[in-house]
């Protein structure tokens, strides 16, 4: 889980962490860190925020589908634009989720790119 807001981070991966099958291994503060977690652990998922300071999350995915193929990247995102969802998943991102609609689209995007699917969250136009 890579997000710059702690709190928020804390929450999502407290989620995570009760839904059965699921296992949270790192957190991640910014897209640099996120980067290094990824390269070292090569998880099957990563969440990752669209903005952070340091490194956003477009050009950490560009940089973690370099050191980490087969990890599947799922952005969440206050944005709920489809302009920023079109950016995102061009990383080669498999899931696009909006952070207001995270209660009920999370599991469904991490249990769609488990099985190789992609997802993401109605946007406004």
């Known amino acids: 889980m890579v ?9 999502v991966c407290a ?8 296992e949270v291994i790192c957190e991640a503060g910014d897209g640099l860190e996120g980067i290094r977690h990824a390269e070292e652990l090569q ?6 925020d ?4 340091t490194l956003g999350g477009i050009e950490a995915a560009v940089r973690i589908r370099k050191v980490a193929p087969k990890s599947r990247i799922i952005f969440m995102s206050q944005h709920n634009s489809e302009a920023v969802a079109k950016a ?3 990383t080669g991102a498999h899931a696009f989720v909006t952070k207001v609609s ?4 999370l599991i469904p995007a991490v249990q769609a790119v488990l099985e190789g699917k992609n997802f993401v969250s109605q946007v406004q136009p």
């Open 88 to 90: 995102a998943l061009a």
């Open 3 to 11: 997000d710059d807001h702690a709190v928020f981070r804390e929450q």
């Open 50 to 53: 669209v903005s952070m300071p």
């Open 15 to 22: 989620f995570l962490k009760t839904q059965a099958g699921l």
């Open 43 to 48: 998880p099957d998922v990563i969440i990752l």
């Open 102 to 105: 995270a209660a009920t689209d």
